[in-house]
Each structure stands twice: as structure tokens, then as C-alpha cells.
T-cell receptor
Framework: DTAVSQTPKYLVTQMGNDKSIKCEQN?????MYWYKQDSKKFLKIMFS???????INETVPNRFSPKSPDKAHLNLHINSLELGDSAVYFC??????????????FGPGTRLTVL | GESVGLHLPTLSVQEGDNSIINCAYS??????FIWYKQESGKGPQFIID?????DKRQGQRVTVLLNKTVKHLSLQIAATQPGDSAVYFC???????????FGAGTRLFVKA
């Protein structure tokens, strides 16, 4: 069984469109994250939710809006897509964000290409 | 801004040799460090972690060394195998931080 799953795996769209990426974890974790990985493999945190509440928002443009309908889901909606949004987006989860020992489990990633 | 690692260097090793991947961090408050492995087309995967009250921790074929004096972290892989080829990230966290800072990563190539 997949622990952290994301859909879609690939997303190709035109500039200006609105798109969503879905994430689900079946690990019973309290905390979920969204990361952006650029072409140089640099991983940067975007958002973190703990028990459906936003706890980290790393100066991400407000075109990006995360939504957590329940503890097991954290979706990412992006409005007015720009060329610079092209990247791989990773969802992750951890047992309890903020503890000293808190391994994160990552999804397979969604490769977003904006044309 | 991010302080763990600065570049994406590449390390090429012969199969069977030992590999050492290095990482620098700058946040003195960090008390938990993790190494992740990212294979092509996949998400990062936990390898090994270490708390700041330790300076060495061993796993299966992997060892992490922490030098808090110079804020340096290393991952040693014994008897490197082709399946070890991946990008390796060091990451740091601190109690109550809710945020893990990832380094830029090191690409490891294993030559058969």
C-alpha cells in the first residue's frame, strides 16, 4: 500500500490556467507538507499543516492555496500558473511535526510543466 | 534563508568502494539531522538520522557523523553498490521548529 500518494504524477498546462494537485497519506500522521523542487534539485518547503491547521507558509505567492479537508489530505491549488511554477512538487507527512525526531515520508512527486 | 549545504556537487565512486558525502549547516539551534536519498523519479526517502547529543550513528552500511563544533555532517556508505546511485540530501530540524531545512543535495554515481 502506498503511504503517501499524489495525483497527478505529471501535469502539463498553459500559462494562466488554474490547477490542483492532490495528496493523501494513510500513515495516520498529524503533519503534512508541500515542497517544491527546482531543476537543480533544491527542495524548498512551501506549506505545512498540523491537524488541518496551517503552521508554515514560506512566503509563497498567494496564487498557491493549500487546503486540508481532513488530517489525511493536503491538496495544493495553484491559480494563474506562471512559467516559473514549473517544478516537481512533493507532498510529505510526519508523525508529529515539531518533535526532535520526526522523519518525513514523501510522495512520488508531481512534475508540473507550464507552457 | 536556507543554510544547509550550498551546492549540488557530484561524487563518483567505484562499486565496492566507500563513499563519503559531506554537508555543512549554519543553524546552531538545530538539534536533529537527517539524511535522505532520492532516486530518479521518486521522492526523498529517509536513510538515517542523528540527534545533536550524539556524534556518530550507524545503520546498515551507512554511518552518519556530526561535528557540532564546525557545523558539519557526513554520510558514509560502506561498499557502495549501483543501487546507491541517487541524490543525497542532508536536512536539519530543531525542537518545535515544525520545519525541516534541506541542503542542496549531492549526486552520487556508482561505477560498475
Amino acid at each position: 500500500d502506498t503511504a503517501v500518494s499524489q495525483t497527478p504524477k505529471y501535469l502539463v498546462t498553459q500559462m494562466g490556467n488554474d490547477k490542483s494537485i492532490k495528496c493523501e497519506q494513510n500513515l495516520g500522521h498529524d503533519t503534512m507538507y508541500w515542497y517544491k523542487q527546482d531543476s537543480k534539485k533544491f527542495l524548498k518547503i512551501m506549506f505545512s499543516y498540523n491537524n488541518k491547521e496551517l503552521i508554515i507558509n514560506e512566503t509563497v505567492p498567494n496564487r498557491f492555496s493549500p487546503k486540508s479537508p481532513d488530517k489525511a489530505h493536503l491538496n495544493l491549488h495553484i491559480n494563474s500558473l506562471e512559467l516559473g511554477d514549473s517544478a516537481v512538487y512533493f507532498c510529505a507527512s510526519s508523525q508529529e511535526g515539531g518533535r526532535v525526531t520526526d522523519e518525513q515520508f514523501f510522495g512520488p512527486g508531481t512534475r508540473l510543466t507550464v507552457l | 534563508g536556507e543554510s544547509v549545504g550550498l551546492h549540488l556537487p557530484t561524487l563518483s565512486v567505484q562499486e565496492g568502494d566507500n563513499s563519503i558525502i559531506n554537508c555543512a549547516y549554519s543553524n546552531s539551534a538545530s538539534d536533529y539531522f537527517i539524511w535522505y536519498k532520492q532516486e530518479s523519479g521518486k521522492g526523498p526517502q529517509f536513510i538515517i538520522d542523528i540527534r545533536s547529543n550524539m556524534d556518530k550513528r550507524q545503520g546498515q552500511r551507512v554511518t552518519v557523523l556530526l561535528n557540532k563544533t564546525v557545523k558539519h555532517l557526513s554520510l558514509q556508505i560502506a561498499a557502495t553498490q549501483p543501487g546507491d546511485s541517487a541524490v543525497y540530501f542532508c536536512a536539519e530540524n530543531w525542537t518545535g521548529g515544525f520545519k525541516t531545512i534541506f541542503g542542496a543535495g549531492t549526486r552520487l554515481f556508482v561505477k560498475a
